[in-house]
């Protein structure tokens, strides 16, 4: 898999060639203008999602953290060190137009968006079900609450979201980037609130009381989905 955590997709239109200038520019130490900045990205983007479809990768974006509010704090302890918070970046538009533009060359690889407002739930809910193709089993995927958004509240709504705008018996389900053991018991609460939400649906007369369906249910969600998706043996 890869990863990149950006404030937003960038999808600025660019040509080969005005790329070409733009990092002749850039080595040589010359100042480009905020569009060009973008165009860059923007190539550097479709750049690395052409090789994750190349290589059958799946592509994963975390979107909407704005790092390193506080400067005098920065400064002393550098980036990265605890500063960091929910943005309310443009999500929608650009990333509309970027996933679009891999589409429509048909290298589109898998891909699994995060989102960190609360806001873009159903924004990011809806986005992955334009882009479904049928080649593969939740090819598109709105990953679980990430960062702020991976407590009880956060994973209840991200888990609400998905069902009501997309599958929700195709995800993928929790995830940890960590390598640390004490962060491993966040896929039991992950279980746990999963399990609790369908039994309030059940109690309220919302899903059948059919505990081997259920069951299955869960179990996909919890490993079988993400043994099938990432192609684990």
């Known amino acids: 898999m890869s990863d990149h955590g950006l404030e937003h997709i960038y999808a600025e239109e660019f040509t080969n060639e005005e790329i070409e200038l733009i990092f002749e520019r850039l080595i040589t130490g010359k100042l480009i203008s905020k569009k060009e900045k973008w165009q860059f990205k923007s190539a550097m983007l479709v750049y690395f999602a052409h090789l994750d479809h190349a290589r059958g990768w799946t592509q994963q974006f975390h979107l909407g953290a704005i790092r390193n509010n506080n400067a005098r704090l920065l400064g ?19 990333l509309s137009a970027f996933l679009n533009h891999l589409d429509s060359t048909n290298q589109l690889a898998k891909t699994i968006l995060y989102n960190l407002n609360p806001r873009d739930n159903e924004l990011l809910a809806t ?26 509240d956060g994973m209840e709504k991200q888990i609400n979201a998905l069902s009501n705008m997309g599958m929700l018996s195709h995800f993928v389900g929790m995830l940890t980037d960590s390598r640390s053991f004490l962060s491993f018991p966040r896929h039991e609460y992950f279980r746990r609130i999963l399990c609790n939400l369908l039994g309030q649906d059940v109690e309220n007369g919302e899903l059948p009381a059919d505990i081997a369906w259920l069951g299955k249910l869960v179990e996909d969600i919890s490993y079988k989905n ?3 998706f990432f192609n684990f043996e």
């Open 226 to 228: 993400a043994s099938a």
């Open 76 to 94: 002393s302890l550098g980036p990265d060190t605890g500063f960091d918070s929910i943005g309310d970046f443009e999500q929608a538009k650009p």
């Open 127 to 152: 986005m992955t079900g334009n882009f479904q193709d049928g080649t593969i089993v939740g090819k598109m995927q709105f990953g679980s609450g990430w960062w702020f958004l991976d407590q009880k």
